[in-house]
Nanobody, 116 residues
Framework: QVPVVESGGGVVQPGGSLNLSCVAS????????MGWWRQASGKQRELVAA?????????IESVKGRFTISREDAVRKSTVNLQMNNLKPEDTAVYYC????????WGQGTQVTVSS
């Protein structure tokens, strides 16, 4: 069983919106911060947004005011969403969800393409 599964990627025009969802199965995920990372072609993976288990969120500068991270924890599951608005071509990347401390658990990734 894959503990971290992302969904919600796709192709959208500049200015459009997407909502990414991550379901992390296991009680360990409710203890640690969860994060959304992205990796564009030819670039290093970067942390886009993170949220602690008590709801404090942080973002990289380039997405502030456009992206919103949220989470909902159950007994053995955490669901983390990334609402992305006013998308730009430079947001194009594979988006990954990660949680469970270090080294943690990664999802398989979901492609986001912003193009006209």
């Amino acid at each position: 069983q894959v503990p971290v599964v992302e969904s919600g990627g796709g192709v959208v025009q500049p200015g459009g919106s997407l909502n990414l969802s991550c379901v992390a199965s296991g009680g360990i995920f409710t203890v640690y911060a969860m994060g959304w990372w992205r990796q564009a072609s030819g670039k290093q993976r970067e942390l886009v947004a993170a949220i602690t288990n008590d709801g404090r969120a942080n973002y990289i500068e380039s997405v502030k005011g456009r992206f919103t991270i949220s989470r909902e924890d159950a007994v053995r599951k955490s669901t983390v969403n990334l609402q992305m608005n006013n998308l730009k071509p430079e947001d194009t990347a594979v988006y990954y969800c990660k949680g469970g401390g270090e080294p943690g658990y990664w999802g398989q990734g979901t492609q986001v393409t912003v193009s006209s």
